[in-house]
Nanobody
Framework: QVQLGESGGGLVQAGGSLRLSCAAS????????MGWFRQAPGKERGFVAT????????EYADSVKGRFTISRDNAKSTVYLQMNSLKPEDTANYYC?????????????????WGQGTQVTVSS
């Protein structure tokens, strides 16, 4: 069983930055592909970013490319999402997810464990 806990959300003005963190339990964090997803009110959960087990491969949704950066620290069992140049349309609940086997993917249904989420609100 893997437990994930997100932190770092909050209220920020448009153009500002936030860094989300997701801490994982367990001793095999380095074997998990990790992803960030988000869900705004009335919308489906959507892909934001994913990172491979070693951190060498990343992928981003077009809407965040060039503004968000996903990274990980396997020694700390933590994955991060640095969000810059935030826009009101980035407002959502942000979730991290762990994929126990295989390569990272943009598909939410491929992830095995999910955190509770952290709210990000961007004011205009």
């Amino acid at each position: 069983q893997v437990q994930l806990g997100e932190s770092g959300g909050g209220l920020v003005q448009a153009g500002g930055s936030l860094r989300l963190s997701c801490a994982a339990s367990g001793r095999t964090f380095s074997s998990y592909a990790m992803g960030w997803f988000r869900q705004a009110p009335g919308k489906e959960r959507g892909f934001v970013a994913t990172i491979s087990q070693s951190g060498t491969t990343t992928e981003y949704a077009d809407s965040v490319k060039g503004r968000f950066t996903i990274s990980r620290d396997n020694a700390k069992s933590t994955v991060y999402l640095q969000m810059n140049s935030l826009k009101p349309e980035d407002t959502a609940n942000y979730y991290c997810a762990a994929k126990v086997y295989g390569v990272p993917t943009i598909r939410a249904d491929s992830y095995d464990y999910w955190g509770q989420g952290t709210q990000v609100t961007v004011s205009s």
